[in-house]
Protein backbone atom coordinates (compact mmCIF):
# COMPACT_ATOMS: atom_id res chain seq x y z
CA UNK A 1 0.00 0.00 0.00
CA UNK A 2 1.37 3.59 -0.92
CA UNK A 3 1.20 6.21 1.42
CA UNK A 4 1.78 9.73 0.96
CA UNK A 5 2.80 11.89 3.29
CA UNK A 6 2.42 16.27 2.90
CA UNK A 7 3.69 19.17 4.21
CA UNK A 8 5.03 22.77 3.26
CA UNK A 9 1.04 24.65 3.25
CA UNK A 10 0.40 27.24 5.36
CA UNK A 11 -0.52 31.40 4.57
CA UNK A 12 1.46 33.53 2.67
CA UNK A 13 1.14 36.91 1.36
CA UNK A 14 0.79 37.99 -2.22
CA UNK A 15 4.18 37.42 -3.83
CA UNK A 16 5.43 35.57 -1.51
CA UNK A 17 6.92 31.90 -1.85
CA UNK A 18 5.75 28.22 -0.22
CA UNK A 19 7.23 24.80 -0.50
CA UNK A 20 5.20 21.75 -0.83
CA UNK A 21 6.60 18.14 0.53
CA UNK A 22 5.28 14.96 -0.35
CA UNK A 23 6.79 11.68 1.06
CA UNK A 24 6.08 8.25 -0.23
CA UNK A 25 6.10 5.01 1.35
CA UNK A 26 5.55 1.51 0.62
CA UNK A 27 5.69 -0.38 -2.60
CA UNK A 28 5.11 1.67 -5.58
CA UNK A 29 5.56 -1.07 -8.46
CA UNK A 30 6.18 0.43 -11.54
CA UNK A 31 6.10 4.25 -11.01
CA UNK A 32 4.68 7.02 -13.92
CA UNK A 33 4.36 10.08 -12.49
CA UNK A 34 4.74 12.22 -9.33
CA UNK A 35 2.35 15.30 -9.26
CA UNK A 36 0.16 17.90 -7.75
CA UNK A 37 -2.93 18.67 -7.78
CA UNK A 38 -5.25 20.97 -6.67
CA UNK A 39 -9.37 21.87 -5.96
CA UNK A 40 -10.89 24.77 -5.04
CA UNK A 41 -14.99 24.23 -3.13
CA UNK A 42 -17.14 23.61 -5.46
CA UNK A 43 -14.23 23.29 -8.47
CA UNK A 44 -13.09 19.85 -10.48
CA UNK A 45 -9.75 18.62 -9.06
CA UNK A 46 -6.95 19.90 -11.53
CA UNK A 47 -3.18 19.26 -12.57
CA UNK A 48 -1.16 22.02 -10.97
CA UNK A 49 2.23 20.39 -12.06
CA UNK A 50 3.87 16.66 -12.45
CA UNK A 51 7.04 14.56 -13.38
CA UNK A 52 7.14 11.85 -14.88
CA UNK A 53 9.67 8.54 -14.00
CA UNK A 54 11.63 10.07 -17.07
CA UNK A 55 11.50 13.33 -15.16
CA UNK A 56 9.64 14.81 -18.31
CA UNK A 57 7.75 17.96 -16.23
CA UNK A 58 4.66 19.25 -17.39
CA UNK A 59 2.90 22.73 -15.72
CA UNK A 60 -0.57 24.17 -15.99
CA UNK A 61 -0.39 26.95 -17.44
CA UNK A 62 -1.71 29.26 -14.55
CA UNK A 63 1.55 28.33 -12.91
CA UNK A 64 3.91 28.55 -15.50
CA UNK A 65 7.30 30.06 -14.97
CA UNK A 66 6.03 30.58 -11.14
CA UNK A 67 5.89 26.81 -9.60
CA UNK A 68 8.90 24.45 -9.71
CA UNK A 69 8.50 20.55 -9.39
CA UNK A 70 11.29 18.19 -8.59
CA UNK A 71 11.68 15.11 -6.69
CA UNK A 72 14.33 13.39 -4.74
CA UNK A 73 14.72 9.47 -5.84
CA UNK A 74 16.30 8.53 -2.66
CA UNK A 75 13.70 9.91 -0.61
CA UNK A 76 10.79 8.65 -2.23
CA UNK A 77 10.12 12.88 -2.30
CA UNK A 78 8.32 14.95 -4.57
CA UNK A 79 8.47 19.34 -4.12
CA UNK A 80 6.39 21.75 -5.11
CA UNK A 81 7.81 25.28 -5.18
CA UNK A 82 5.70 27.98 -5.50
CA UNK A 83 6.67 31.82 -6.40
CA UNK A 84 5.34 34.82 -6.82
CA UNK A 85 2.01 33.28 -4.94
CA UNK A 86 -1.74 34.93 -5.59
CA UNK A 87 -4.47 34.97 -4.00
CA UNK A 88 -6.30 33.08 -6.80
CA UNK A 89 -3.73 30.00 -5.84
CA UNK A 90 -5.67 29.71 -2.54
CA UNK A 91 -6.76 26.10 -2.13
CA UNK A 92 -5.91 22.78 -0.57
CA UNK A 93 -2.83 21.11 -2.94
CA UNK A 94 -3.62 17.38 -2.82
CA UNK A 95 0.24 14.58 -3.83
CA UNK A 96 -0.50 12.37 -6.29
CA UNK A 97 1.49 8.94 -7.39
CA UNK A 98 0.86 7.23 -10.23
CA UNK A 99 1.79 3.86 -10.70
CA UNK A 100 1.23 0.71 -11.78
CA UNK A 101 0.78 -1.78 -14.74
CA UNK A 102 -3.08 -0.70 -14.91
CA UNK A 103 -2.28 3.37 -13.68
CA UNK A 104 -3.71 3.65 -10.30
CA UNK A 105 -3.42 7.02 -8.64
CA UNK A 106 -2.55 7.35 -5.27
CA UNK A 107 -3.27 10.65 -3.14
CA UNK A 108 -2.21 12.28 -0.06
CA UNK A 109 -4.29 13.79 2.20
CA UNK A 110 -4.04 17.55 1.08
CA UNK A 111 -2.17 20.71 2.37
CA UNK A 112 -3.74 24.37 2.54
CA UNK A 113 -2.54 27.32 0.96
CA UNK A 114 -3.71 30.37 1.21
CA UNK A 115 -2.56 33.92 -0.25
CA UNK A 116 -3.84 36.73 1.05
CA UNK A 117 -3.83 40.01 -0.46
Known amino acids: QVQLVESGGGLVQAGGSLRLSCAASGSIFRLISMGWYRQAPGKQRELVAR???????QYADSVKGRFTISRDNTKNTVYLQMNSLKPEDTTVYYC???????????WGQGTQVTVSS
Open 96 to 106: NIRAGLVATDY
Open 51 to 57: ITSSGNT
